[in-house]
């Protein structure tokens, strides 16, 4: 049988087809009651305004019942909210794979100027501009080479 925590962890973003919800550290835990069977899956929910959380709570359950877990609840924590120094290595692998940029890790103490964040995904070029602050989804910004000009989209860091 599927442990809860695989079947929970295997659920794909319904926005970023590429990845899935542990990679991008979504999910923060699966609890799973010893006696009653009941599993309890805490997620955090990315950026706001986008209308993925629905879509995911019910894939969590989905694949949990697949597995064999029939009870099972959906919690949202909203703290510490989530960043996108939460998303993996892994993750970020597969974003660049699936050409979209994975957003840069939040600089700290404001020493790395924002404007080094971006490279291509295809040929890895720092030399990049914004084309719309808006891509496929409200979570990405359109962004271009200069390099290759290739368009790409790329996660908005937070
Ligand atoms: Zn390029």
Redesign the pocket.
Known sequence: MVSAREAAASVVDPEIRVITIDELGILRAVEEDSTTGRVTVTITPTYTGCPAMDVIRTDIRRALAVAGHLDAEVRTVYSPPWSTDWISESGRAKLVAAGIAPPAPVPTAGVVPLTLAVR?P????PE?EQVSRFGSTACKALWR?R????PFDHLKAL
């Open positions: 291509c295809q040929c890895g070029s990049t080479c390099s290759c000009s290739e």
